[in-house]
């Protein structure tokens, strides 16, 4: 790191951080996922040494980088939408009151790879759970969507239709695929919640 590497960059300037903040509703603490087993899958907390000051040894906005990223807890997005950040967390959905958003994780669109189609529901249809409900194809092959509950699709995701790399980009914000009225509330206890699905893509 050189001298010119501190002053070259505007290392005052919060927006970024505030911006990451934005919605936040609380962290988990500790942010150490285990196992069924007991074993460590996941330690967020390991990257607690990021807020200190960042070292002569270490480049200055690698360290802001790394700072940014190793935030985590619920965020709210928007009315009854939702994130869950810094947990290393491929169908997830975020449920307030009788809706769920449905879309894909960031592991699934890491192994799908580019998406360049995607094929919501359309509005209206009834769904059931384990059903195939929509479908993406990324450069490398064509997968399924399966719904994880029942119910009424009541939006679509009307932007993927013109840029389905949003699965790709913001798989847990805007990259959504459609929103349902969950029917049978129940079936929600049967899906993974983010420790169980570690555990599962290992």
């Known amino acids: 790191m050189t001298s010119s590497d501190v002053t070259?960059?505007?290392?005052?300037?919060r927006a970024d951080f505030a911006d990451a903040d934005r919605g936040f509703v609380g962290a988990l603490e500790p942010c150490v996922i285990t196992n069924a087993a007991g074993r460590v899958v996941w330690d967020n907390d390991a990257y607690g040494f990021l807020d200190a000051e960042c070292p002569d040894t270490a480049h200055p906005s690698l360290w802001r980088q790394g700072q940014l990223v190793a935030r985590q807890g619920l965020y709210e997005v928007c009315d009854g939408i939702y994130q869950v950040r810094g947990l290393d967390l491929s169908n997830m959905t975020l449920v307030e009151g009788d809706t769920g958003t449905v879309g894909i994780t960031d592991h699934a669109q890491a192994e799908l790879t580019d998406i360049v189609f995607a094929e919501p529901p359309a509005v209206g249809k009834k769904v059931t759970a384990g059903?195939?409900?929509a479908v993406v194809e990324s450069v490398k092959a064509a997968s399924d969507i399966y719904s994880p509950v029942s119910g009424e699709v009541i939006e679509r995701n009307p932007a993927l239709d013109q840029d389905p790399a949003l699965l790709n980009t913001d798989p847990f914000g805007a990259g959504w695929i459609y929103k349902i009225r969950i029917a049978t509330p129940a079936e929600l206890d049967a899906l993974k919640d983010?420790?169980?699905y570690r555990t599962q893509i290992g």
């Open 131 to 133: 059903e195939v409900a």
């Open 8 to 13: 070259a960059y505007p290392f005052d300037d």
């Open 194 to 196: 983010a420790a169980a």
